[in-house]
Structures are given as C-alpha cells and as structure tokens.
C-alpha cells in the first residue's frame, strides 16, 4: 500500500506562483511514476504533469507546459508540482497519484493510488 499526501494548495492571484507537494509513504519503492491531475468544478478530472524514474523523464499537458514543473526528491519521497504564471482557469481540486508501471502515465486508469485532493485557487 501507498499512502499520498498533498498539500501547497490555496488561493493565488492570477500570475502568481504556488508549489504543490505530495508526501508518499509505504511501498514508494514500487512506485515508478507518479503523476498529477486536476478537476474543476463541473469537470473530469485531468491529466496535468508525470514524472518517471530516471532524469528528464517528464510530460505535461499542453495548457501547463511552459509554466508547470514537476520534481521527485526521492530521498524524502515527495513530488512536487511548482506552478508559475497561475491562470483562472487553473482553478481545480489538484491530485497526486501513483503508479507501479514505468514512463509517462497520462490516464487515469493507469495510477494505482491517489491522494485526497488540494485546492487551487486562481483570482482574476
């Protein structure tokens, strides 16, 4: 079992920054990719950003790329997801996840665990 945590979540002003972390515990050893998501309010949740093992292994959405960053610091088993240039429609309910399978996990189906969820507020 893995246990996420997220937090770093809150209310920003548009063009403002926020950095989101995710605390794993348990099993981390046998999560090779971990990945956020998103869901605004009236939505289906979305892919945001994915990490895998190995430097440089990571992808994002088209809407984030450019001011989205996502990072492993495996030693204190914590992802995080530093977000610049924060728009409105960057409002949403952001999600850590993880998986045992290896390379960039963009689908839902394709975690194995997910945290309960920070909230990210963008004002105009």
């Known amino acids: 079992q893995v246990h996420l945590v997220e937090s770093g979540g809150g209310l920003v002003q548009a063009g403002g920054s926020l950095r989101l972390s995710c605390a794993a515990s348990?099993?981390?050893?046998?999560?090779?990719?971990m990945g956020w998501f998103r869901q605004a309010p009236g939505k289906e949740r979305e892919f945001v950003a994915t990490?895998?093992?190995?430097?440089?292994?990571?992808y994002y959405a088209d809407s984030v790329k450019g001011r989205f960053t996502i990072s492993r610091d495996n030693a204190k088993n914590t992802v995080y997801l530093q977000m610049n240039s924060l728009k409105p429609e960057d409002t949403a309910v952001y999600y850590c996840?993880?998986?045992?399978?290896?390379?960039?996990?963009?689908?839902?189906?394709?975690?194995?665990?997910w945290g309960q969820g920070t909230q990210v507020t963008v004002s105009s």
């Open positions: 996840a993880a998986a045992g399978r290896s390379g960039w996990r963009r689908y839902e189906y394709e975690y194995d665990y």
């Open positions: 348990g099993r981390t050893s046998s999560m090779n990719t």
């Open positions: 990490t895998t093992r190995g430097p440089g292994n990571t």
